[in-house]
Structure formats: C-alpha cells, structure tokens
C-alpha cells in the first residue's frame, strides 16, 4: 500500500489563541509553582524535609532550565520559616594566639557582644588610669617603696655608723663598694696610712676586714628585699587592675551568662586586661620622664587592643529565618573562608581579627547553593566542601598551610560545628560522572532532582505555560504579550522540545525570545507584544545565526556542492544531516552515493575508514549488510562488495540517521533501479528493515526545502520521514503552506519497502509462497544481483582464480 | 644659649640617669655637657694593700687593684660617651662630653666648667626611687643666683607652679617673709600656687625632711649654698633622695 504523503495539518500543531480568555498577560497571576516538573518538586520536598546526613542535593539538568531560579526560589519561601541560626564569632586564644576560639551565640547576640567588648576596652581606658592614677595607689605603692628604700638605707645606713665608730667610710667603686679608713670625714691615703704606728694600721685593716662581710651581708639581702618589694607592688597592682576590671567584667558575665563559652572567654579576658592593666594607662605614663616629670615620647600601637576585640563571622536577624546563599566563585577561599593578613616591614602578619567567612559559613544553618562544575574547576574547592560535609564541620586553613607550600606561622582558628544543606547545580553528565568516579559523592549527595528539559503539551499545561510567561513578563519588566504573542511563544516552545506534544521547560530560551520580542515591539512604538513581535524575534535570531547555512546553500545553487533535486539517477540518494553551530542547527541535504561489485559480503563504510565517521555512523552501515544478508542471502553466500560514501563531506558524521538513505541507495545499485533525487530522505533502519525515529527532523526537512524552495518548487520534491517521527513536526510556516498548497511532501515511512517504493517508483516485491520475490520487483532484482554474484564467485573459485584477481565493474 | 653640665660617676652610669641628663637639658633649651667623674680619692686609695671590694651584683670579693680600677673607669666612660650621644641625638641636643679627674669633695664644683647649670645626679646608695614624685624644690635665699635657681625651678614645673615648692631659710619670720615676697615678685601671677616652706635653719637634716614630706623629684640651690659646703659635698649627696641642681 502506498505511503500517503502528510496532511499539512499535522506538521504544526498550533497553539489556538482563543483557548486563552485573558487579553493580555497582565491580566494573569503570577505562577508560585513549578510548571511540569511533578518530580522536581517532589524531590525538593524531600530533601528539604528530610534531615539527616548525606541527604544534600544535586539539581541535574541542562543549563538554562531554572534550576537555580527556581531551588531558590522554593528555599527563600521556605527558609524564613525555619529557624535562625546562631551567630558566631572568633575571639583571641589567651592561652595560645595561634588557636582562635569561635564562640557560639544566640541569632543577633555577636554583634551586642562585639560592641560589649569594644566598650569595655574604651571604658577600661579610663577606669584603669584612674584607679592607677587614684591617691589610695599612689599612697600605697610609695608606702612599698619607701619601705625597700627604709631598709636598704637602714641596711647601709647601719653600716656606715658601724664603719665611721671604727674611722671607716663606705665608698662606690666602678663595679661595686669598698671600705676605706678615714679621719674627720675624710679618707686615709696610702702614704698617710704607712706612716700610722703599726697597731693602728692592723687594727683599721682588721675592723676594715670585719665590715667587709657585713657589707657582703648586707648586698646579700638586697635582691631578696627588692624581689619582695616587687611582688608587694605585683599584688598591689593586681588587686588595683581587678578591683575596676571584675566589677565591668561581672555585668558582661550577667547579661551572657546562658552562654558558657562566652563566660568562660570573659574570664580569659578578666585575667589578660589585669595581667596587663599598664597597656591601659594613658601613654604619658608609659613614657620617659625627667625625675618623674611627663615628658613627650613614642607613639604606642593601638594595634594591641586587637586582642580583645571580638571577630563576628556570622550576625543574623533573630527574625530572619534560615540563610540561603548561592556562592557564585566556590573557590577553596570563598567556601570555607581565609585567613587574611597584613604586610608589615615585609612580613605578613595576621590574627584572629583577618579570620573571614566563607560560604558554608555564612549558610550555616541553611541552604547553599552551588553550580558543581564551577566547584570542580576551582583547586581544592571539590575536596574541601566533601571534607566540611563528612565532619559536619567547617575548618578554615589555608591553600598554603594544606599544601606545605608555605611555611610561614599562621592560625588554626577553632572549627565551627557545620549544619547545612548544599544544593549542587550541574549539566547530568557531571551528576553521572560524579557517582562513576567519586566514592563519597552518593554518601553526601543522595537526593537527585532530575530536571526534564521538556513537559506534557495540553490544553491545561498550556494556560499553565501562559501563566509562567506572565510571570517571566513581570520579572523581566517586559510589556505585556497579548494572546497570540503567548500562543505563539508555546508553538516556539514546543518546537525547541522538538516535538508537537510536548513544551520546552528551557527557560532560558524562553526568556531570551520573550526579551527579544519585547524589543521588537518596542521598536514598532507598540504598547504590547503581539505575535509578529515573537516571529520577527523568531526570524532575527536565525537570521543572526544562519550565515553558514546560507553559504551552504549558495555553493549548492551554484553547483559547488552536488545535490540534484530533480530527475533520477541509480545508486544516488539526497540524504539529509543536522549541523550544530553553537546554539543554532539547521539541516542540510548530502547526496550519499553506493557502488557495488563481486567481493566477499562487506559493506564498506568509506567514512569509517578514513576515520571520518562516527562509531554510531558506522554501526548503522554495519546494520545495512547484515539485513542485506538477512533478506537476500539466506542460503548462498553473500558475495557483494559494497561502498557507501556521504559526498563532498570534509568533516565529521555521527548518527545513524542516514542508514536508511545508504540502504535506499545500496539497493538502487544493486537493482539498477534508479533514485528521484526530488526526494531526500532521513530515518534509521534496524535488522528486519524497519524506519526508526531520528532527532532533528524539523531542521531536515527545512533544510532540504529551502534548497528546493530557491530553485523553484515543481510538487515533485519532498522529504521520507521514520513514521514515528511525526509526532515531533513543528515545521515553519512557510514549509507549512507550501504542503498545504501541494507544493511539496512529507512522507511518513515505516519500512524499507515503502521508502524504495517511492523513491524509484518501483514495487518492493514481497515474497510468494515459493519464496519467491515478486517478478521485476525491487527486492527481485536485488536478489538476483546477489545470486549471480555468488554464482560468478563459486565460478571463480572454481577456476582456481582468486578473488583478489577478478575484474568487474560492479554495476 | 644656656648650659648643663651633668657629672656622671662610676655608679651613674645607665641609660635611664642619662636620658634624664638629656631630657633635662631639652627641657630647659640648654646645650648639655657630660662631665665623667673619676674619683681621685679612690684611685688614691686603691694603693691600700688590704682594701677589698664587694661587687654588688655578683657579691663576689676582690683586692682593689688600680690597674683594673683604671680600666674599669674607661669602659664606664666610654659606655657613658655612648649612650649620651645616642640619647641626644634622640632629642636633639647638642652636647660634649670629657673626663674630669679629682676630688668630689674638693674640687668638684670648682669643675672647669661654663654651665649656667651644673647638675649632681645622687650617688647614694639607695638602688630605687620612688616613681611617683613629681614636686620640684628649689632652695631660695634672695641672692642674684638663688633668682636664677628659682627660674630653674620654674621652667621645671608643669602645671604652674602648683607643683614648686620654695624652701626659705630664714632664721625669723620676718625673714622669711622678705624672701616669700622676693620671690613671689619673681613668680607672675600663678605664685599663690606655689608653696612656701621656711626652713628652720637651712641645714641639710632641716632640707632633708622638707624633702622628704613634699615628695620632691629634685632639688634646685645656688653655687654657694652651705648645702654644698657641710660637711662634704659626697656626704649631702649621699644623704639626698633626689638629683641635685646647681645654678650658677
């Protein structure tokens, strides 16, 4: 039965605008929910819901699906409900500088406790010098010196009277004291010494002696007196600092006493300002002085204080909700936070005060999203956030520290227990090659959110559509899109799924058209988007895109590249290919040409051997000489040598969707019967010669038009389709009409039997009850082909000649 | 331009005795010169056979021998050189330094020296000062240079004069009252904020306990002052708690 060429009704299912009773989409709600994703949505619920380790997200999808738009979209409307985290800050480690504490507080507290500190410091700095300042010290600290001076005066001063009853004087030497004889207050000489009586200079030599060892004694004693005298002042200064410094510190130990973290760091604090009350006194204190009298001096760092300071890594609103935070640059830095430092006459200093968040920090919590591939590519960002999600812990190091490149000292700050959820935007081949790969990846990302890059086409779905479009026309602040502008834009849609049931969820096309079609109309002074708006949209986008199409076609008008679209010819075949230049594809005819000759029941693909073709190009011919051998070689051998080859093709061919054009013309050669090159055809064939579904059939179809379009349409020419492939047709208007008015066909096919019928003209030919192919038939010829082969094989093998040295021209 | 002149012994020599020499002059605008005492009565009694001496931080015992004395002497010096450069050169000052050889009881403050200021840093024995002193003392007796001293004295003070304390030796009141009225006249209008002290008799036990209850950072007399006089220069020295400042 003859395949009945297509209705024109069927090669675009459009979208009637009078199922729509809104004007315009302003008269529309905006749409809250996701459209044609029941999974998505499902799946989202859970691994929101659920609360346990490993169950973080991954929304896998092609690019410009609203992934991200609308995972955060679902997490912002949720996570204000949820509740807040707490705050965190790092404090300075009084035991150990290297170690920074992280203290834990309630939502909107670290900032209280920051300020808290700074206004300690600046009250302390006014409180201490007072207290050192006050007459109670100044009393009491004389009343210790007066007593070291008392004794160590008393001490020499003893030691003089005992000397001077004897005549002798206490005198300083360079490195210390000796004792001299004297008379009427002033010293011996030595010539005057010699001339005294013998006794007396023995007596003053030993009284000189005898003195001699209570001065020691009493040089003995004095470090003992001064190291008591320092420890009284020690004390004296300890109980001055803590008196002011306790009483500030206890009203702090008061207002965050729930926090036992914080009270603790507040005693730390206590101890450190009492240890070091003088860093407190106003700098003249600190400076040089003439004989106690304030002179100018140096400048003093402030940079000290820093060590009470406190460092808020993360503030929340008590009444903000649960963060979501989409991290755009995951670098290894930006995810778990750096440590910042300072140069300093060409070193590189630092401290707890440099210590920044990162985004598992600042989503603590929460939420955070990330786009996987962006991860992946940044060093160590990948390892560091599996890292963080298996500790449930954030710990910040630096690329430097991890990698032992620097060796610098810096800081390991206290990790900060981690919560959060982690949502991963990526391509699905990064999901698969993640759980191919990576052992961890399936314990720490167990939810899939499987995005679909298209949904069902009905009435309901597309008053839906509409409401997403009045959505989009809102956020985008486009003018609005009357009916037909909508109805329009869900024909396009449903062109980009490539397929007439079904509508594209590829927002970001969407939206790029519906941006384009506002600025059409906008251009045309109109106040809303019609449906010639879209079209020209429509049209400016391929006209931008389609500068090689158009040469293409060209060269083929010109007769640079051979497609004939017209008259017949034997082993000669348009089939037809789809070339992807960045985002825009469009289709092409290529003639594929066939020879055969005796040989030994190969089909040789030429582009496979020139390494030209793909691996499914190549299955797709293999196909064809096993349903040769199948259908017309069952009970002799198949001696045919055969090659195929896409003419004029200096690049690359994938797919299979041209093993239906190659079998078409294998079977013309073999049967002599010539091809109507006003036809082009595309579809694959299985073993048992049936037509499969092919992708890209729009583009097909268009391209072989157009080139019959420019050289005139005589009604003759047309397209063969796979039959399941009809379902997929959103063809062009113009493609449309020209079927409409007779001018050109589209075939549906389902085997290889109909699509030789009407490309040569000639019946298939089926088997009889003898086994016998119709007389004349294509399928008979063919037959007979491949027996006289096999017969002129067996004649050769008997001749004793090889194979290798038989001649024939193979036509 | 004035001049200070500051003498260092053996047992001055410290950065801090010397920063103070140089703050001092800064103070007052003065060139400084630093004037190293080396004691001639102890290099004379190093020849003593049995004369031993104690060294006072390590406390180890030693005969005095005057070839090391010497010695010792140029290091102190030379270290004495060193550091009032550094310190000068910190304040900029202008300054020079020398080595004065004699008796500090004899000949010290007839130093051949042109300083309008001559300051004797104590060579006690006590090892500390109170930190906390801050008055400033200066012995008026009427005399053209006890003026002079009392200028001192006064560009020594911070907050004026609240912290000057004027000791008046008079043997009467009326006495005493002539000196408080010259020297209020020396003073502007900020004189009520000074005080007055009369001495009983202007002795060093007399001078000594005004000292001691006002708490004075230094003590400010004229050249010929009995002070310096009764009974050695070493001795009033010694007994004083704070450097003492000679005007000229």
């Given at each position: 039965m003859p395949v009945k060429k297509l209705e024109s009704s069927v090669l675009y299912r459009r979208c009637d605008a009078k199922q729509f009773e809104f004007e315009t989409t302003a008269e529309l709600e905006d749409l809250a929910e996701l459209i044609g994703q029941p999974r998505v949505v499902e799946a989202v619920n859970f691994g929101i819901g659920i609360q346990r380790n490993g169950y973080n997200l991954f929304a896998l999808g092609p690019a410009g699906t609203g992934k991200q738009s609308f995972i955060q979209q679902y997490l912002e409307t949720h996570a204000p409900g949820e509740q807040v985290p707490p705050d965190w800050c790092y404090v300075n480690n009084f035991a150990d500088h290297r170690k920074p504490r992280a203290l834990e507080l309630p939502p909107g507290k670290a900032v209280l406790l920051h300020n808290d500190m700074d206004m300690l410091i600046e009250e302390l700095g006014v409180t201490i010098p007072a207290v050192f300042q006050s007459d109670e010290y100044n009393t009491r600290a004389e009343a210790i010196d007066q007593e070291l001076n008392e004794r160590q005066e008393q001490a020499f001063e003893s030691l003089n009277k005992k000397a001077e009853a004897k005549n002798i004087m206490l005198m300083r030497t360079p490195t210390g004291f000796t004792l001299a004889p004297m008379r009427d207050g002033k010293p011996i000489f030595p010539k005057e010494f010699r001339q005294l009586p013998e006794e007396e200079r023995n007596k003053i030599e030993k009284d000189s002696n005898v003195l001699q060892e209570e001065l020691r004694e009493t040089l003995h004693k004095a470090p003992q007196w001064q190291e008591e005298s320092r420890q009284k002042f020690a004390d004296l200064n300890r109980e001055m600092a803590a008196g002011v410094v306790t009483h500030k510190i206890d009203m702090l130990r008061e207002a965050y006493q729930q926090q036992a973290k914080v009270v603790e760091y507040l005693n730390d604090v206590e101890e450190d300002i009492i240890a070091n009350f003088r860093k407190f006194l106003p700098e003249e204190q600190r400076r040089a002085s003439l004989?106690?009298?304030?002179?100018?001096?140096?400048?003093?760092?402030?940079?000290?204080?820093?060590?009470?300071?406190?460092?808020?890594?993360?503030?929340h609103d008590k009444n903000g909700g649960a963060p979501v935070i989409y991290e755009s640059l995951p670098s290894y830095n930006n995810l778990i936070g750096r440590i910042e430092h300072t140069a300093q006459q060409g070193a590189l200093l630092t401290d707890f005060t440099m210590i920044q968040a990162g985004a598992l920090h600042r989503a603590n919590g929460g939420y955070l999203l990330l786009d996987a591939l962006k991860v992946l590519v940044q060093p160590f960002a990948w390892e560091a956030l599996k890292r963080a999600l298996e500790s449930r812990k954030v710990n910040i190091e630096s690329l430097g520290q991890i990698t032992s490149l620097i060796s610098t000292v810096s800081l390991e700050p206290e990790s900060i227990p981690l919560d959060v959820k982690v949502v991963l935007l990526g391509e699905p081949i990064i999901y698969y090659l993640l759980s191919y790969y990576d052992s961890e990846f399936a314990d720490l990302f167990k939810v899939q959110v499987d995005f679909a890059r298209d949904m069902q086409?009905?009435?309901?779905?597309?008053?839906?559509?509409?409401?997403?479009?009045?959505?989009?026309?809102?956020?985008?602040?486009?003018?609005?899109?009357?009916?037909?502008?909508?109805?329009?834009?869900?024909?396009?849609?449903?062109?980009?799924?490539?397929?007439?049931?079904?509508?594209?969820?590829?927002?970001?096309?969407?939206?790029?058209?519906?941006?384009?079609?506002?600025?059409?109309?906008?251009?045309?002074?109109?106040?809303?988007?019609?449906?010639?708006?879209?079209?020209q949209a429509i049209d400016a986008q391929i006209r931008r895109a389609d500068r090689i199409r158009e040469r293409l076609e060209e060269e083929t008008l010109r007769g640079t590249i051979m497609i004939d679209t017209a008259g017949s010819k034997v082993g000669e075949i348009n089939g037809l290919s789809v070339m992807m230049l960045g985002g825009y594809s469009f289709g092409r005819p290529s003639r594929i040409s066939a020879r055969v000759?005796?040989?030994?029941?190969?089909?040789?693909?030429?582009?496979?051997?020139?390494?030209?073709?793909?691996?499914?190009?190549?299955?797709?011919?293999?196909?064809?000489?096993?349903?040769?051998?199948?259908?017309?070689?069952?009970?002799?051998?198949?001696?045919?040598?055969?090659?195929?080859?896409?003419?004029?093709?200096?690049?690359?061919?994938?797919?299979?969707?041209?093993?239906?054009?190659?079998l078409y013309a294998?079977?013309?050669?073999?049967?002599?019967?010539?091809?109507?090159?006003?036809?082009?055809?595309?579809?694959?064939?299985?073993?048992?010669g049936e037509i499969q579904a092919i992708g890209g059939v729009n583009e097909k179809i268009e391209g072989f038009f157009d080139l019959c379009n420019s050289r005139g349409l005589s009604g003759e020419e047309g397209v063969l389709i796979p039959a399941s492939n009809v379902r997929h047709l959103m063809l062009r208007h113009d493609v449309v009409a020209a079927v409409e008015d007779g001018r050109f066909s589209v075939y549906p096919v389902k085997t290889v039997d109909e699509g030789i019928e009407l490309l040569t003209g000639v019946s298939a030919g089926a088997r009889d009850v003898d086994g016998n192919f119709t007389a004349d038939s294509i399928n008979r010829r063919v037959e007979e082909r491949l027996i006289h082969f096999s017969m002129q094989l067996q004649r050769f093998a008997r001749a004793g000649k090889s194979e290798d040295d038989t001649r024939d021209d193979g036509d | 331009m004035r001049r200070i002149a500051v003498t260092l012994d053996a047992c001055q020599v410290s950065s801090s005795t010397l920063e103070e020499a140089v703050l001092l002059a800064a103070r007052m605008g003065a060139q400084l010169e630093g004037i190293f005492v080396e004691d001639i009565d102890l290099i004379q009694l190093a020849e003593l056979p049995f004369l031993r001496e104690v060294r006072s931080v390590s406390r180890s015992e030693i005969a005095i021998n005057l070839t090391r004395m010497e010695q010792e002497l140029r290091v102190l010096a030379r270290r004495a050189e060193r550091l009032l450069g550094e310190h000068a050169a910190r304040q900029n000052v202008s300054w020079s330094f020398r080595i004065w050889r004699g008796s500090i009881d004899t000949e010290l403050l007839t130093a051949d020296t042109d300083a309008d200021v001559f300051a004797l840093i104590r060579m006690g024995t006590t090892l500390a000062r109170p930190a906390t002193t801050k008055a400033v003392s200066v012995v008026f007796t009427g005399t053209d240079a006890s003026m002079r001293a009392l200028e001192t004295a006064m560009s020594l003070t911070t907050d004026p004069y609240k912290e000057l304390n004027i000791l008046l030796p008079a043997e009467n009141e009326a006495e005493a009252m002539r000196l408080q009225e010259l020297a209020t006249r020396q003073l502007d209008e900020q004189a009520a904020n000074a005080d007055f002290i009369p001495l009983k008799d202007g002795s060093l036990n007399d001078v000594l306990e005004v000292l001691a209850d006002s708490n004075s950072a230094v003590l400010i007399v004229e050249r010929d002052n009995k002070l310096l006089q009764a009974p050695s220069l070493r001795r009033s020295l010694n007994n004083l708690n704070c450097p003492l400042l000679i005007v000229r």
């Open positions: 004989f106690g009298i304030d002179l100018p001096g140096q400048e003093e760092e402030m940079h000290w204080f820093n060590r009470y300071r406190v460092n808020v890594l993360l503030a086409r009905s009435e309901s779905s597309q008053q839906q559509y509409a409401r997403l479009l009045a959505t989009l026309v809102r956020k985008q602040q486009l003018m609005p899109f009357d009916r037909h502008a909508v109805a329009r834009v869900i024909d396009q849609s449903a062109r980009l799924a490539d397929d007439n049931e079904k509508l594209s969820t590829h927002m970001r096309s969407i939206q790029d058209l519906m941006q384009e079609s506002d600025y059409w109309a906008r251009e045309r002074g109109e106040a809303t988007v019609n449906a010639v708006d879209v079209q000759r005796l040989g030994k029941g190969n089909v040789v693909d030429i582009e496979r051997e020139v390494k030209m073709g793909g691996p499914i190009h190549s299955k797709g011919v293999l196909i064809l000489s096993h349903f040769l051998g199948a259908r017309y070689a069952l009970d002799y051998p198949l001696s045919l040598s055969a090659s195929l080859v896409f003419e004029q093709s200096y690049g690359g061919i994938e797919g299979d969707s041209a093993s239906s054009a190659e294998l079977l013309s050669a073999l049967a002599e019967v010539p091809i109507r090159q006003s036809l082009a055809v595309t579809g694959s064939v299985n073993q048992h | -």
